[in-house]
């Protein structure tokens, strides 16, 4: 699917709530990332953040709501509920989302921008190439990155996590 760069006053509020989670991943000493799942009428009905140095380094937020909609929520349901997320997916988010089957994707800062901003802070490269999302998954709008302040919050929780 083509993505778009059209966030909403809805998503806004929704990728505020993602940075909130960014921000208590990144106070429990993790890379700050944070995600949430919403319903169609709009309700949060899950939320993750970043556990990778609690758990293992597949402690992603948005592996861990994948799984919940696929433990929670019939195929309809996923359907029909959008990921809102602080960073585009790595290639095993983005499969984990399209074989969940769930319905949309915004985020708040992309992988290109990531790249950049740890080759900005000095820090090690990645592990992995970013492919972006939409050359994984298969029948989901995708919207991202943002514009703004937010982006610039996102970037400075990143900036932190690095010093």
Not at 30 to 57: C, H, M, Q, W, Y
Request: glycine residues 6%; neutral net charge; contains cysteine.
């Amino acid at each position: 699917m083509q993505t778009s760069t059209n966030i909403t006053k809805k998503d806004t509020e929704h990728l505020r709530y993602c940075l909130s989670l960014a921000k208590e991943a990144l106070n429990a000493g993790d890379e700050p990332f944070g995600s949430i799942l919403v319903d169609a009428n709009n309700n949060v009905i899950a939320e993750a953040r970043n556990r990778v140095n609690e758990k293992t380094a597949l402690a992603h937020p948005e592996i861990e709501l994948a799984q919940w909609a696929a433990d929670n929520l019939n195929v309809q349901e996923r359907k029909n509920i959008t990921m809102y997320t602080t960073g585009e997916h790595c290639p095993m988010c983005a499969a984990a989302h399209g074989w969940v089957g769930i319905g949309s994707l915004v985020y708040l800062s992309s992988g290109k921008q990531l790249n950049t901003w740890l080759n900005e802070f000095g820090a090690e490269p990645a592990p992995i190439k970013f492919i972006p999302s939409e050359e994984i998954i298969k029948n989901s709008a995708i919207k991202g990155p943002a514009k703004g302040p937010m982006l610039e919050k996102i970037k400075n929780l990143h900036r932190k996590y690095y010093q």
